[in-house]
């Protein structure tokens, strides 16, 4: 199993979630990750309890490896900064 940090960007704020998991999970599955770390309070720095079960249904899903090789995954939104 792989590990990648997920970052999450949500209302112009953005924070780092370490994942235990697959990497290569389709987008689908980051999205529902992202709502159950973020209800939950995982993601320091950006909880929101009450988060709709569709609030990144619009959002896109970047995979990089990074050069130190790493893996990170960024929940988006289509714009820049969450605007």
């Known amino acids: 199993m792989n590990q990648a940090v997920l970052n999450i960007t ?7 979630y370490p994942l235990d998991v697959d990497y290569q999970l389709n987008d689908r599955d980051v999205r529902r990750i992202a709502i159950e ?3 939950s309070g995982g993601v320091r720095g950006l909880q929101v309890a009450h988060l709709r079960d569709n609030a990144f249904d619009d959002y896109v899903v ?10 990170r995954i960024y929940l988006r939104p289509k714009v820049p900064f969450g605007c």
Do not use: I
Request: charged residues 30%; aromatic residues 10%; hydrophobic residues 25%.
């Open 10 to 16: 949500y209302n112009g704020l953005s924070a780092d």
């Open 37 to 39: 770390v973020v209800r």
């Open 62 to 71: 970047d995979r990089f490896d990074t050069p130190q090789g790493g893996r």
